[in-house]
């Protein structure tokens, strides 16, 4: 089983501000999920990444992709405070279950 | 459009109780099916999943059980449960098996064992 690792744990920032939360691993994966979470609910998907290489935007929010396949980033620019929750990165296999990283909690504060 | 539904919300068990959460799915069929419990604040591990009717695959060994009696029917069993069970439940469903399809998941219930 692959060991996807996310850091930071835990970020805190005021509106406006930029912010990138990272997944790696040592493994090359297949292909990548983030999902945001908030508090009570369920993750919900943002983008699959498939690529090496792939750039993908939300809106505000910017996933990369690395070239090897073993690292994936989450940017986003001048954060809101409707941001903060729970980001998640998850590598599906083929009957679609999902391996988690631990997450990373992001907070914008106004 | 395709909905899950999970319940309960939240729950209070105390140690050696039985635990039975139900989870079912409308507006698809032939949904695989999945429970995942995750700790506060912390990624989801997955539990139980199910490609159909009756056939249910193990991830982890534990106190838990699952059962799909119907299509879209999901339900994670316990007879006795432990204090170590108090987390946080999610079903989710996704479509038919292949690379990248996307998972949705229910609101999940917050057990508690006392």
């Known amino acids: 089983t692959q060991l996807l690792e996310q850091s930071p744990q835990f970020l805190s920032i005021q509106e406006g501000e930029n912010l990138t939360v990272y997944c790696n691993s040592s493994?090359?994966?297949?292909?990548l999920q983030w999902y945001r979470q908030e508090p009570g609910e369920g993750p919900v998907l943002l983008v699959t990444v498939v690529t090496g290489g792939e750039v993908k935007k939300l809106k505000r929010l910017t996933f990369q992709f690395g070239d090897a396949r073993k690292d994936s980033s989450l940017h986003i620019t001048a954060a809101q405070p409707g941001d903060t929750g729970l980001y998640l990165c998850?590598?599906?296999?083929?009957?679609?279950?999902?391996?988690f990283g631990a997450g990373t909690q992001v907070v914008v504060t106004p | 459009s395709q909905t899950i539904h999970q319940w309960p919300a939240t729950l209070v068990q105390p140690v050696g109780s039985p635990l039975s959460l139900e989870c079912t799915v409308e507006?698809?069929?032939?949904?695989?099916l999945y429970w995942y419990r995750q700790a506060a604040g912390r990624g989801l591990q997955l539990l139980f999943y199910s490609v159909g009717i009756g056939q249910i695959s193990s991830e982890v060994p534990q106190n838990l059980s699952a059962s799909r009696p119907q299509d879209r029917q999901f339900i994670l069993s316990s007879k006795k449960l432990l204090l170590s069970d108090s987390g946080f439940y999610l079903c989710a469903w996704s479509g038919a098996a292949y690379m990248n399809t996307e998972a949705f998941f229910g609101q999940g219930t917050r057990l508690t064992v006392v």
């Open positions: 493994s090359v994966f297949s292909s």
């Open positions: 998850a590598e599906p296999d083929s009957w679609g279950k999902l391996q």
């Open positions: 507006g698809t069929s032939n949904p695989n």
